[in-house]
C-alpha cells in the first residue's frame, strides 16, 4: 500500500519569506512524487513531479521540492513567498509500475503582508 | 491550463433527479479518472478508465456511473441524486504513454443536492 502525510493543515508565511510546505510518503518500490496547487472553486494545477535523478526537482512559478529517500520526504519550497501563492496544496505519490495515485490530505497556504 | 473540460461549473438539483457531470479533454489521453473533493478537501478516487469500453471503480465507493465510449469524453451519471451527493467533483486525464503518466485535472463540477 502507498500513502502520502501532509502533517501540517495550515501554514502561515509573509510575504517575501521563504515557504516549506512538507510531505512524507510511504510506498514500496520507487516513488513517483507530484506536487499540486488548488486555488478556490478550481481544479488541481500540476506544479511539478519527482521520477528520477537529480533530487532537487523545480517547477511552475518559482517552485521547487527537494526528494530525500533517507527521510521519505518530498518538501514543497520556495525562496520568496507571494501572496498569490495562497492556495491549497496537494503532495501526490505512486509507484513507477502502478497506475493510481495517491494524494495527502492537503496543506493551506497562507501568505501575508 | 490542461486541456480538460467539465461541465456544468456548478449544479443546484432537486433529490431525485437524474443527472450527468460531464467531462472531455483534447490531449488524447488514454486514461481518465474521477475524483470525489469532500467538505475536508480531501480526494477520493471514485471512478476510472484505462481505455475506451473500460472503467473501473476507485478507492471510494460511489453510487454513480461512469462510461467511456470515446476516447475524450468521460461522464458520470447519477441516476438519483440525494443530499449526501453534494460534493466537488474533479475529472483528471493522464498519458500512459508518457513516462511518468502525470494527471490533469479540469476544472470541477460544484453540485449541490436539496
Known amino acids: 500500500a502507498q500513502s502520502v502525510a501532509q502533517p501540517e493543515d495550515q501554514v502561515n508565511v509573509a510575504e517575501g519569506n521563504p515557504l516549506t510546505v512538507k510531505c512524507t510518503y510511504s510506498?514500496?518500490?520507487?516513488?513517483?512524487l507530484f506536487w499540486y496547487v488548488q486555488y478556490p472553486n478550481r481544479g488541481l494545477q500540476f506544479l511539478l513531479k519527482?521520477?528520477?535523478?537529480?533530487?532537487l526537482v523545480k517547477g511552475s512559478y518559482g517552485f521547487e521540492a527537494e526528494f530525500n529517500k533517507s527521510q521519505t520526504s518530498f518538501h514543497l519550497k520556495k525562496p520568496s513567498a507571494l501572496v498569490s501563492d495562497s492556495a491549497l496544496y496537494f503532495c501526490?505519490?505512486?509507484?513507477?509500475?502502478?497506475?493510481?495515485?495517491?494524494f495527502g490530505t492537503g496543506t493551506q497556504l497562507k501568505v501575508e503582508l | 491550463e490542461a486541456d480538460i473540460y467539465q461541465t456544468p461549473r456548478y449544479l443546484v438539483i432537486g433529490t431525485g433527479k437524474k443527472i450527468t457531470l460531464e467531462c472531455s479533454q483534447t490531449?488524447?489521453?488514454?486514461?481518465m479518472y474521477w475524483y470525489q473533493q469532500d467538505p475536508g478537501m480531501e480526494l477520493h478516487l471514485i471512478h476510472y478508465?484505462?481505455?475506451?469500453?473500460?472503467?473501473e471503480k476507485g478507492d471510494l465507493s460511489s453510487e454513480s456511473t461512469v462510461s467511456r465510449i470515446r476516447t475524450e469524453h468521460f461522464p458520470l451519471t447519477l441516476e438519483s441524486a440525494r443530499p449526501s451527493h453534494t460534493s466537488q467533483y474533479l475529472c483528471?486525464?493522464?498519458?500512459?504513454?508518457?513516462?511518468?503518466?502525470?494527471?490533469?485535472f479540469g476544472p470541477g463540477t460544484r453540485l449541490t443536492v436539496l
Open positions: 490531449m488524447g489521453h488514454d486514461k
Open positions: 478508465s484505462y481505455g475506451v469500453n473500460s472503467t
Open positions: 483528471a486525464s493522464s498519458d500512459s504513454a508518457g513516462y511518468t503518466d502525470t494527471q490533469y
Open positions: 510506498v514500496s518500490g520507487n516513488p513517483y
Open positions: 501526490a505519490v505512486r509507484t513507477g509500475g502502478g497506475n493510481k495515485l495517491t
Open positions: 519527482y521520477i528520477t535523478g537529480d533530487n
